[in-house]
């Protein structure tokens, strides 16, 4: 069965820190790959996703994640965090072959300090 | 993007009462839609796979009898909370999945008192 692990479940930065949220996943076959963010109060937003092609996936807000398949894991990363990213990210993984379940990791909550 | 719908938004309900939240397809059809419930800070988890014309398969440990779901239409399926009890509060959010990427329905917010 898949299965997504993220590394924190709470990070604290400052305004202008990076950040890198780590994310595992576990599934032999070819998968697609998800960050989702959920602001407080609000519903899941698509941050950036990986089908195939180029590992190095750009998203929205500056908001990037690396597909490194022999380590099973697809991170996010922004070079400098603001105030407003405060959120929920929520890693996420489905069977690439065809549409599947959409498995969450448990979450990692971001509070970003002005 | 394609764009999922769901209602009511919220939902406050006695305990021992049913409860019906539709999720719509509005601009595509799903032969095939996911619910997920998600308790207060933590993450989101799958209860069911709504499939079109046929039965639900529902993900181990969800009761098919307490969370009906019926998916009657290519764009409408709905989940009904039987005789719901104060723990089953929760955040129910549906999707639905065009060309392997999933879109989120904006979450109902069920409160039993």
Known sequence: AQSVSQHNHHV?????????????????????LFWYVQYPGQHLQLLLKYFSGDPLVKGIKGFEAEFIKSKFS????KPSVQWSDTAEYF??????????????????????IP | GAVVS????WVICKSGTSVKIECRS???????????????????MLMATSNEGSKAT??????????????????????????AH?????FYICSAAVNTEAFFGQGTRLTVV
């Not at chain 1, 697809?74 to 990363?77: A, I, M, T, Y």
Request: hydrophobic share 35%; glycine share 6%; with cysteine.
């Open chain 1, 74 to 77: 697809f991170n996010l990363r």
């Open chain 1, 12 to 32: 604290i930065l400052s305004e202008a820190a990076s950040l890198e949220l780590g994310c595992n996943y576990s599934y032999g076959g070819t998968v697609n």
């Open chain 2, 26 to 44: 509005l601009d595509f059809q799903a032969t095939t839609m996911f619910w997920y419930r998600q308790f207060p800070k933590q993450s989101l």
């Open chain 1, 91 to 112: 890693c996420a993984v489905n069977a690439g072959t065809s549409y599947d379940k959409v498995i969450f990791g448990p979450g990692t909550s971001l509070s970003v």
């Open chain 2, 58 to 83: 529902y993900e181990q440990g969800v009761e098919k009898d307490k969370f009906l779901i019926n998916h009657a239409s290519l764009t409408l399926s709905t989940l009904t909370v039987t005789s």
């Open chain 2, 6 to 9: 769901q209602h009511p938004s």
């Open chain 2, 86 to 90: 104060p723990e089953d509060s929760s």
